[in-house]
T-cell receptor
Framework: ELKVEQNPLFLSMQEGKNYTIYCNYS?????LYWYRQDPGKSLESLFV?????AVKQEGRLMASLDTKARLSTLHITAAVHDLSATYFC??????????????FGGGTRLMVKP | DAGVIQSPRHEVTEMGQEVTLRCKPI?????LFWYRQTMMRGLELLIY????????DSGMPEDRFSAKMPNASFSTLKIQPSEPRDSAVYFC???????????FGSGTRLTVV
């Protein structure tokens, strides 16, 4: 059974600081996704990582994937309040060129304080 | 594209009542997923369909839950009878073969009292 673990589960940080969220998974996969969820809202796709060593950046967020270590990271640079949300990683165990079968981590709730 | 459309947005019902949640996937998407989100258990996959056919329902918690997809543009998740422990946010998501990731609907917040 695939297990996806995120840490930390909760992160309170000051504006302007840097931090990293970690996503570990238990079975080989080279497709990993990051989603953002604002309180009371749906999940919004942030990044799609499709190979070992993949790195994607959008604004103050950067995601990377190390398939050998079964680890993905979401790095936050110079955090701002607008980044406050819950972040989920999800690992795809589906067959290639088929429907995605995502298993989600437990989420990391990020609060950025002024 | 209107995205994945779920209804209702909120549902409050009494224990023992039947509840039906609805989902319209994105046109052209051939996979549809139902997830449940709670604080205790996070996001759980309940069931998914491919081309309107249920493929894996191993996440459906018990026989009180059932899901159908009568056509490519509509799916329902039914709980009968409902119980307080069913209170959660239920998300529908869709995807297309060859694409990566899901598009989620806005969710239905279900409260069973």
């Amino acid at each position: 059974e695939l297990k996806v673990e995120q840490n930390p589960l909760f992160l309170s940080m000051q504006e302007g600081k840097n931090y990293t969220i970690y996503c570990n998974y238990s079975t080989t996969s080279d497709r990993l996704y990051w989603y953002r969820q604002d309180p009371g809202k749906s999940l919004e796709s942030l990044f799609v990582l499709l190979s070992n060593g993949a790195v994607k950046q959008e604004g103050r967020l950067m995601a990377s994937l190390d398939t050998k270590a079964r680890l993905s990271t979401l790095h936050i640079t110079a955090a701002v309040h607008d980044l406050s949300a819950t972040y989920f990683c999800a690992v795809d165990m589906g067959a290639y060129n088929a429907g995605n079968m995502l298993t989600f981590g437990g989420g990391t709730r990020l609060m950025v304080k002024p | 594209d209107a995205g994945v459309i779920q209804s209702p947005r909120h549902e409050v019902t009494e224990m023992g009542q039947e509840v039906t949640l609805r989902c319209k996937p994105i046109s052209g998407h051939d996979y549809l997923f139902w997830y449940r989100q709670t604080m205790m258990r996070g996001l759980e996959l309940l069931i998914y369909f491919n081309n309107n056919v249920p493929i894996d329902d191993s996440g459906m918690p018990e026989d009180r839950f059932s899901a159908k997809m009568p056509n490519a543009s509509f799916s329902t998740l039914k709980i009968q009878p409902s119980e307080p422990r069913d209170s959660a946010v239920y998300f529908c998501a869709s995807s297309r073969q060859g694409n990566y990731g899901y598009t989620f609907g806005s969710g239905t917040r279900l409260t069973v009292v």
